[in-house]
């Protein structure tokens, strides 16, 4: 057997691939082929016994197309389970089908009566066969990777997942409709009301989200940690939409081996000047003056505790002797990308922000001294408010988790982009409104610190969803022991966390937008 070379995709995706000793020459039948003999060491029986008992199965590709099988299977018929058997398959049958000169489909099946007794501890002698038959068939080589599509969106399954988005979505728009009317009149009745005020010009006592206008533009606290926050949520969100792009024009079509993984390292480190600049062109608008430490908080704000969290994971895998862990040379390929590519790119960003030169467009002056804030309820601090604004588009999204975290985490296959795509619009769209909302009330109940509050607020759903992966690994997965948790609740934790700076992103942006119109709508002293 030798190793076949990996792109990098394939490799962070785990896949390890050797070729196999059959020969499966075009148009070439065989019968009880023999690959190998072997007599089988106690110690061999029961590994081999143990893999049976767990379901290990094999995958391979032949011409790109993957098959599966079963090492061996467990036979309970009519028995206690102190007498249940353990067989070993010793032939495999490959079908292959053809049209012209293309290979069309393949499938394999084990032969139930070529089997080898596993269920005693002693030697046994090996005779490893296969056969191969070839048919033809009509389907044309285009079409071959349906039945790949289809495996995870039959009619059936694909109607029930359509429907349960669709009412979903009708739902969570109806509540944002209804909340946005509310809203709306609620707006108007307050220009109405601060028109009237500024006509009688009476002296009466300043309430109300008008009278925070000397203080709404008050720049946040830890604003170079702000601005960083908002230049990764901006490159995630890039990122993102890129990749839904290649989705839709069909680039990670099934079985594409580890396109997604290259993809996401390929465009995040393109994506890496989309930061800078944000960053820094936002904190010099915030009036900072330390922009190099601002460009490297951007830096390592996302690649930081994602770095920290590879570098344990990869350690465990390592101890494991599994093949999620890297090889040497392609950790070297990441760190040249990230020293060549990603770097490069963050500081010409930075350079080009800082160069913009743009000013924060601000419809009202700010007052010297900020404005005392009242004590407020309970129910209007932060924790409270970020609770209130992920729930809503967390269930938005949730229906969609299972069938991603089955393709990520299970053996499904993901291929309705098309549905999740529709599915990421709604979030966004329930995101920008929820903290637009949020951040009305916040004002209205004259609290001027609200910055951080909306891109929390925005950012929460992900804290939500890092509830969810909780749920699934106690209920829906069958993942154990020490190595499948730490890999599924670290790399979580940093989609999670990516998820939380785009969202916040999206959060923080749609209420400036909010606050510029709403005060650029009255006049203000």
Known sequence: MKDKKEALG?????????????????????????????????????????????????????????IWGFIGKVDKEDRDP?????????????????????????????????????TEDKEVDFQFMYSAKWKETTITFEKRMDKYSH?????????????????????????????????????????????HDEESAEDEEETGWKYLHGDVFRFPKYKSLFAAAVGSGTQLFTLTVF??????????????????FTALVVIYALTSGIAGYTATSFYCQLEGTNWVRNLLLTGCLFCGPLFLTFCFLNTVAIVYTATAALPFGTILVIVLIWTLVTSPLLILGGIAGKNSKAEFQAPCRTTKY??????????????????????????????????????????????????????????LIVTAFITVALTYFQLAAEDHKWWWRSFLCGGSTGLFVYGYCLYYYYARSDMSGFMQTSFFFGYMACICYGFFLMLGTVGFRAALLFIRHIYRSIKCE
């Open 243 to 260: 990749i839904f792009i290649l989705a839709l024009v069909g680039v990670f079509y099934p079985y594409n081996r580890g396109a997604l």
């Open 10 to 66: 394939e490799v962070l995706n785990g896949d390890r691939l050797v070729s196999a000793p059959f020969d499966l020459n075009f148009l070439t039948n065989k019968e009880y082929e023999v690959v190998c003999r072997k007599t089988l060491s106690k110690a061999e029986v029961a590994r081999f016994r143990s893999a049976i008992i767990q379901d290990y199965y094999f995958q391979m590709y032949y011409d790109d197309l993957p």
């Open 82 to 118: 102190s007498e249940y058997k353990y067989l070993l398959y010793k032939h495999i049958i490959f079908e292959i089908f053809y049209n012209k000169n293309r290979v069309i489909e393949i499938n394999v099946r084990t032969d139930p009566n070529s089997v080898a007794d596993l």
């Open 370 to 427: 900020p404005r005392e804030i009242p004590p407020l309820p309970w129910y209007r601090g932060t924790i409270p408010q970020m609770a209130m604004a992920g729930f809503l588009p967390f269930s938005a999204i949730y229906i969609e988790l299972y069938y991603i975290f089955a393709s990520v985490w299970g053996h499904r296959i993901y291929t309705i982009y098309s549905i999740l795509f529709v599915v990421f619009i709604i979030l």
């Open 151 to 195: 495996s995870s969106s039959l009619p059936h399954h694909l109607e029930i997942h359509w429907f349960s988005i669709v009412n979903s979505c009708v739902t969570v728009l109806l509540l944002t409709g209804f909340l946005a009317t509310i809203l709306m009149r609620v707006l108007k009745n307050d220009f109405v009301k601060y028109a």
